[in-house]
């Protein structure tokens, strides 16, 4: 009979959460920190991609999840003045769950609480003392014989040095109007690379009936101040040159406060984990949203981490957790630098490539069906062979 653990979890975010869930499950005693006095979600929409829905589907929050999302059949982006297609990706026969954040936490968190998992509010986390958690409120829990770092992006505890990119975004949520855009893609505008709009809708909220759109604007990282100090009225007409079915969304942006900007960065720990302590989501690594995969790596990682506690003594299960995402993760980072400056990035030349070259050859075989595999989430493994009794059934729901 396995031993059962006492684990520490910094971070009720999407991975903090999922691993809770899955762990307790296990009959492991888990008890989650988070820094807020009621645990909240920061951000708008997101996509869960198949192998994220796997995930939430093994801890019971899938069928929530697909209640108040909107299913994504397509992404597609079109060059802002000729119109024409520079992005087409297809889920085929599958699908991307677009949720808003608050919408997706409610589902995990609502996992959580059916689970005998303790959740210790108001507790910032500041360090790690072996196999204690020290707190900004100068007390300390522990000893733990395993601390999960899902803190994500600021986290405390991981060694990660991550390295900023030059383009983030501001994000809004508005309510999805009368309008000609489907309710079943990704829609995407780009002028050169420098200019990028993009409006997906995501369900609905908690506790609400209304349908929700995300909409997001391309922005360098440190133009935020000037972005404010040209005033609302002048970028709402910039975007509405630009894109004139946008008109519906703007008119509901009414102040610039409505508008939160994000901020990216790019990075990977080559060893996400150490001595009694796993890093997992944002922790762990880093990357453009670009690819639409962040919240997936986040419940891949929690779920990794399980299988392989599930599996292996716990000295054995951190280094097979990070053999297991290995290779998934370093694909996805690696695809992200790739792709991330052909859309973001003050280049003309790489436009031109996206635009002449590389999306007339995205649409023909093999190209298509790469693609396809890459937003589903499942162009390699997404466990390694930590469970390879597992894949072939993963692959044939994904």
Not at 320 to 329: D, L, P, Q, S
Request: charged share 20%.
């Amino acid at each position: 009979m396995k031993k059962r653990l006492k684990i520490g979890i910094a971070g009720a975010g999407i991975g903090g959460l999922a691993a809770a869930a899955l762990l307790a499950d296990q009959s492991h005693d888990v008890t989650v920190f988070d820094q807020f006095d009621t645990p909240k979600p920061v951000g708008s929409g997101l996509v869960i991609q198949p192998v994220g829905r796997r995930v939430l589907d093994a801890i019971g929050a899938g069928h929530s999840a697909r209640a108040m999302g909107r299913n994504i059949h397509r992404m597609l982006g079109r060059e802002m003045r000729s119109g024409r297609r520079v992005l087409d990706v297809s889920y085929g026969s599958s699908y991307g769950l677009a949720i808003h954040r608050a919408a997706l936490f409610q589902c995990l968190m609502d996992a959580v609480i059916a689970r005998p998992v303790r959740l210790a509010t108001n507790h910032s986390v500041t360090r790690r003392d072996a196999a204690y958690l020290e707190f900004e409120q100068q007390d300390r829990a522990g000893p733990f014989d395993l601390i999960i770092d899902a803190s994500g992006a600021q986290s405390q505890l991981s060694p990660l040095t991550a390295r900023a990119l030059p383009y983030g975004a501001i994000w809004t949520t508005v309510d999805w109007p009368k309008t000609d855009l489907s309710l079943t893609e990704l829609s995407q505008r780009y002028r050169r690379a420098n200019r990028m709009i993009g409006v997906m809708p995501i369900g609905v909220m908690p506790g609400q009936t209304t349908q929700k759109a995300a909409l997001f604007w391309s922005l360098p990282r440190e133009s935020y101040d000037d972005w404010r100090a040209g005033g609302l009225a002048a970028w709402k007409a910039e975007a509405h040159d630009l894109w004139p079915a946008l008109a519906p969304f703007l008119d509901q942006i009414t102040s610039q406060d409505q508008m939160v900007m994000a901020r990216y960065s790019h990075g990977t720990l080559r060893r996400p984990f150490g001595n009694g302590i796993a890093h997992i989501g944002d922790a762990a690594h880093r990357a453009s949203p670009q690819l639409g995969q962040g919240a997936n790596m986040a419940l891949l990682d929690a779920w990794a981490l399980s299988e392989a506690l599930r599996y292996f003594p716990l000295e054995n299960a951190l280094p097979a957790y990070a053999r297991a995402r290995r290779g998934h993760v370093m694909a996805y980072q690696s695809m992200s630098a790739t792709f991330t400056p052909q859309y973001q990035s003050d280049s003309r030349i790489l436009p031109f490539v996206r635009d002449r070259i590389l999306f007339p050859l995205s649409v023909l075989p093999p190209a298509k069906q790469i693609l396809t595999a890459l937003v589903r989430g499942n162009i390699l493994p997404p466990l390694g062979y930590l469970t390879p009794q597992d894949q072939p059934a993963l692959l044939n729901e994904i």
